[in-house]
């Protein structure tokens, strides 16, 4: 079963426990303009600021949930809706996503589902290291999955790193003194070379997660970010996200 499926079946009997698939409370959710998201960042090549994605934000009884997309529109539903979407749809993905970390962020069984603001984007960054540094201090070789610009210069400060990503006008950049790689055609390549992937948790919104699962084997996989906040929580995922509100 592929990992945003097995999220949906844990939701799935959380929300029945919890008997919110009898109540016809909508979820609404709607797509956010780049400062509604992250307000004036200190830097201005975060992939928001591109236009190519978007952050969807998520209301479920004056709970906040969000997550990354390339599809964005409009939508609302109960929950029982939800759990009826087809979920190989990106757009459907996205919009389950952000729903189910928005219930989940009502009923305090996950949290740091908003993103950071402001100066917070570049502040996280070192942190990154200082987190990597602490929870895996063998790690020598990092592949960074989907370019994050200022988390790429952090580590490549300290790291033999390698980068992935899938949008082809990011591809042979040198950020942090590493070259963009195809996250298409190069995952396996890196996977086996990396001693630890730190990959952004809209992998899963994307449906590209299974895949650096997979490529990753035993290697450890960190996910940030607010994408995978819920996922993270309900499935035992480690999650790097100091600065989410």
């Not at 009997?13 to 698939?21: K, R, W």
């Not at 996503?97 to 305090?108: C, F, G, K, P, S």
């Not at 994307?206 to 929580?233: C, H, Y």
């Amino acid at each position: 079963m592929s990992t945003i499926e097995t999220f949906r079946k844990k939701f799935a009997e959380i929300a029945n426990q919890e008997g919110l698939l009898k109540q016809e409370v909508l979820v609404k959710v709607k797509p956010l303009t780049t400062e509604q998201a992250i307000g004036t960042p200190e830097r201005d090549d975060f992939p928001l600021q591109k236009g190519k994605e978007r952050i969807i934000e998520a209301d479920f009884l004056g709970s906040q949930g969000q997550a990354f997309t390339d599809s964005f529109h409009n939508f609302k539903s109960d929950v029982s809706g939800l759990l009826g979407l087809e979920l190989s749809d990106r757009f459907n993905a996205s919009v389950f996503i952000a729903a189910a970390n928005a219930v989940l962020r009502h009923l305090d069984l996950t949290d740091r589902t908003v993103h950071c603001r402001d100066k917070e984007p570049t502040q996280c960054a070192p942190q990154l290291v200082d987190y990597l540094r602490q929870a895996h201090p063998e790690a020598k070789r990092v592949a960074l999955v989907g370019l994050q610009p200022a988390m790429a210069a952090a580590l490549g400060k300290v790291y033999e790193l390698a980068i992935l990503d899938l949008d082809p006008d990011n591809l042979g950049r040198q950020v942090g003194g590493a070259k963009v790689r195809n996250g298409a055609t190069d995952l396996e390549e890196v996977a086996d070379w990396a001693d630890i992937l730190v990959s952004t948790g809209s992998t899963l919104s994307n449906l590209s997660m299974d895949q650096i699962r997979q490529a990753a084997g035993e290697k450890p996989v960190v996910f940030f970010g607010i994408t995978v906040s819920g996922a993270a929580s309900l499935l035992g995922l480690e999650r790097f996200c100091p600065l989410g509100h």
